[in-house]
Structure formats: structure tokens, C-alpha cells
T-cell receptor, first 112, second 113 residues
Framework: DTGVSQDPRHKITKRGQNVTFRCDPISEHNRLYWYRQTLGQGPEFLTYFQNEAQLEKSRLLSDRFSAERPKGSFSTLEIQRTEQGDSAMYLC??????????FGDGTRLSIL | GENVEQHPSTLSVQEGDSAVIKCTYSDSASNYFPWYKQELGKRPQLIIDIRSNVGEKKDQRIAVTLNKTAKHFSLHITETQPEDSAVYFCAASTPTKGTALIFGKGTTLSVSS
């Protein structure tokens, strides 16, 4: 499968813990996006990379969130000191230039 | 920033009927409008998209129309089938500027046989 892959698929953690998610985009896609989706809502933009540069961050991305794409390939999204409100599906998407974005299956985060 | 409104939030049709979902956007600079289908527990999947230099695009039973002046675009599904049942999201962006997709809140389409 050469689509966008995300790991893990599910993450259950206690409030206050740190979590890290990984996204592997489609090969040669230079753009990578992170979105968050809660039940009954559309995906909400969090942050965007072009190659290794983080070019845009949403106001939704608090100081507890950090994302990296160190070599312009895979990306990680870390949430520090998780809160109940962080429970959501975290989706990654990639594209080449202005071409359509393709999504991964997401990581479902549950905060106990 | 961009804001996308989507209507209706739920839509129930009989198999074989047509379904229409409408979206409006606020940023006149937006020039790319995709539609995604999301089945329960699965990833959003692109089903059709349109760019601002085109007024209409068709792909078999699916079509999208765009009215730039009114800043609205619509998804049309003809001859609906039970497997069309899913949540549909419209979105808008300016990909040449690398901007992210701004999504509507989704329409839950139910096709009954």
C-alpha cells in the first residue's frame, strides 16, 4: 500500500501524559498536513509542512502541540500534558504541490 | 480567514433518487474545491474536485458545479445507491499558496433501498 500511513491507529492515555503520532506520506509528496477531527465535525487544520519547513500553524495548535518533519519525509505530532479536550481523530494528509490531498486512516486519541 | 458553510447536515433519499449538497465559502481568493466521502471509521476519500477556472465537472454519477460570483458550489449525485451512504464534506483552499483545506461540517447522506 503506497498511501498515507499513520501510527498508531489508536492511542489511549491518561490525562497529563505525552503522546506522539507518526505520519508517513505518499512517496515524493512534498506537502504534509495535520488535521484534527471530532465526532460529527469536518477535519480542522492544525499545521502544514512543505518539505521540512513548517509553513503554517492554526490557532488551534496550542503550545502543548508540536510537529516536526525533520528530513522532509515522515512527520511526528506530539501533544504534551494531554487534556480531555484533546480526544479526537488526528488525520494526516499529503500532496504534491497543488495536487489533491490524500488522507491517512488517522490516529484516534482517547484521554482517560 | 476562509469559512465554509455546508447544507443540509442530513439528507435521506430513496435509492435511485438524486442528492444535492450545497456549500458556500467566504474567501474570494479560494480557487480549489474538493469533495470528500467519509465512511464510518475510515479516512476521508476524495471523490471529485473543481478549480475556479471551471464551472462544472462530472464523473459518472457525480457532478460538481461552481458559482464563483455567488461563492457557492454543489455536489450532485444521481441514481443514488445504498453504498453512497456516508458523510460528505466539502472544502475550499488556495493550493497555489499552499493553504490548508477548510472543511464544511459535513452532510450525512442515507440512501434507503
Amino acid at each position: 500500500d503506497t498511501g498515507v500511513s499513520q501510527d498508531p491507529r489508536h492511542k489511549i492515555t491518561k490525562r497529563g501524559q505525552n503522546v506522539t503520532f507518526r505520519c508517513d506520506p505518499i512517496s515524493e509528496h512534498n506537502r504534509l498536513y495535520w488535521y484534527r477531527q471530532t465526532l460529527g465535525q469536518g477535519p480542522e487544520f492544525l499545521t502544514y509542512f512543505q518539505n521540512e519547513a513548517q509553513l503554517e500553524k492554526s490557532r488551534l495548535l496550542s503550545d502543548r502541540f508540536s510537529a516536526e518533519r525533520p528530513k522532509g519525509s515522515f512527520s511526528t505530532l506530539e501533544i504534551q500534558r494531554t487534556e480531555q479536550g484533546d480526544s479526537a481523530m488526528y488525520l494526516c494528509a499529503s500532496s504534491f504541490g497543488g495536487q489533491p490531498q490524500h488522507f491517512g486512516d488517522g490516529t484516534r486519541l482517547s484521554i482517560l | 480567514g476562509e469559512n465554509v458553510e455546508q447544507h443540509p447536515s442530513t439528507l435521506s433519499v430513496q435509492e435511485g433518487d438524486s442528492a444535492v449538497i450545497k456549500c458556500t465559502y467566504s474567501d474570494s481568493a479560494s480557487n480549489y474545491f474538493p469533495w470528500y466521502k467519509q465512511e464510518l471509521g475510515k479516512r476521508p476519500q476524495l471523490i471529485i474536485d473543481i478549480r475556479s477556472n471551471v464551472g462544472e465537472k462530472k464523473d459518472q454519477r457525480i457532478a460538481v458545479t461552481l458559482n464563483k460570483t455567488a461563492k457557492h458550489f454543489s455536489l450532485h449525485i444521481t441514481e443514488t445507491q445504498p453504498e453512497d451512504s456516508a458523510v460528505y464534506f466539502c472544502a475550499a483552499s488556495t493550493p497555489t499558496k499552499g493553504t490548508a483545506l477548510i472543511f464544511g461540517k459535513g452532510t450525512t447522506l442515507s440512501v434507503s433501498s
